[in-house]
């Protein structure tokens, strides 16, 4: 593979610099979480957003859409949503003098799909989700339909104490990239929001990127160097989740993989050509904090998964003895 030089990391860089400093206009105070979700907009990833009701979590997705000028599409997950409420049904039709069924696309195609409160719906309509992050499709009665590229889901969900939710099942959990949380705004950003919003009128974006713009930039991204060394150390730090006390089930080889995909969004957010050890323990805490399950000692004694994440990451060293040090792609 050809890897990103100077100039296209540069470029790539300038847009994403643009993206990000959109979507702090749209979100106050949300500097970290900002970008993070371009970070994983990057890696072509899918993002699972959590937080109470009301903090902008839905503000955010749309005005990512918008800035990309990508056909975005929502999904209010609700107790009596149905599967193909979202990839869509055969409907009879009259074609031809005959009646026949003719597929009817659901809101899943789309460029960027908000799945608001998706942890609302039942288990079986959660399921609907699977096939169309996984293998960008959705088979309906046998037949399959592709789905637009770029495809992304973005999905919020309330935190599970809260009544009428549905814990997402681990294989759910897996195919999203990164899983962010959306805290509380601070006093300064409720200030701004107080004094340049108003209550049912969505704030003004423009567009930054177009979509072909966009495949370009994550084009690059594929192609950043990453250092066999930093391949080992993600490697290690994934295997690591299955010898933990805390920890019953560990990470996939999927969460090894998007851990390398953000940490070459991340570099070429910085304007570098090549990821370090740096950008994976950046990335590492948002991959894997809902790929790993505690066991119920560990959470009985207050363990959570971000803190058995951040053990792992004190624990296992960046290198091993014999391992070379890390070269530049350049």
């Known amino acids: 593979m050809e890897y990103a030089n100077e100039s296209e990391v540069m470029e790539a860089s300038g847009l994403v610099d643009g993206l990000v400093s959109t979507l702090n206009g749209v979100l106050f105070g949300q500097e970290e979480l900002v970008e993070a979700v371009v970070m994983g907009v990057l890696a072509r990833g899918h993002l699972l957003l959590e937080g109470l009701p009301g ?37 009879l039709q009259e074609v031809d003098g005959r009646r026949e069924f003719v597929f009817q696309e659901g809101p899943i195609f789309g460029n960027v799909i908000l799945a608001d409160e998706i942890n609302r719906a ?141 940490a070459k969004a991340r570099a070429v957010i910085g304007g570098r050509g090549n990821a370090s050890f740096e950008d994976v323990k950046a990335v590492a805490p948002w991959v894997l904090r809902h790929r790993v399950v505690l066991d119920y000692g560990a959470k009985v004694e207050g363990v959570t998964s971000d803190s058995a994440v951040a053990q792992l990451l004190d624990e296992v060293p960046l290198q091993v003895s014999g391992t070379p040090r890390v070269m530049s792609a350049n």
Request: proline share 7%.
């Open 122 to 262: 039942s288990p079986k309509t959660q399921a609907a989700l699977l096939e169309a992050m996984q293998e960008r499709r959705v088979t309906v009665m046998g037949e399959s339909h592709v789905l637009p590229s770029p495809f992304f889901v973005l999905a919020t969900q309330n935190p599970i104490e809260l009544e009428g939710t549905y814990p997402l099942p681990e294989a759910q959990l897996d195919r999203f990239l990164f899983k962010l949380e959306v805290r509380k705004n601070s006093v300064e950003a409720l200030e701004k929001i107080v004094n340049q919003r108003e209550l049912g009128v969505e704030p003004k974006v423009e567009k930054v990127m177009s979509g072909r713009e966009l495949e370009r930039v994550m084009e690059v991204v594929r192609r950043v160097y990453f250092p066999e060394v930093v391949g080992n150390y993600v490697a290690r730090l994934v295997d690591a989740t299955h010898g933990n006390s805390a920890i019953k089930f560990g990470a996939s080889p999927r969460a090894a993989l998007s851990m390398v995909s953000a």
């Open 55 to 91: 903090l902008g979590k839905t503000e955010l997705v749309k005005g990512l859409s918008k800035a990309l000028e990508l056909e975005s599409k929502r999904v209010q997950f609700t107790p009596d949503l149905l599967p193909g409420d979202i990839t869509g049904n055969p409907m």
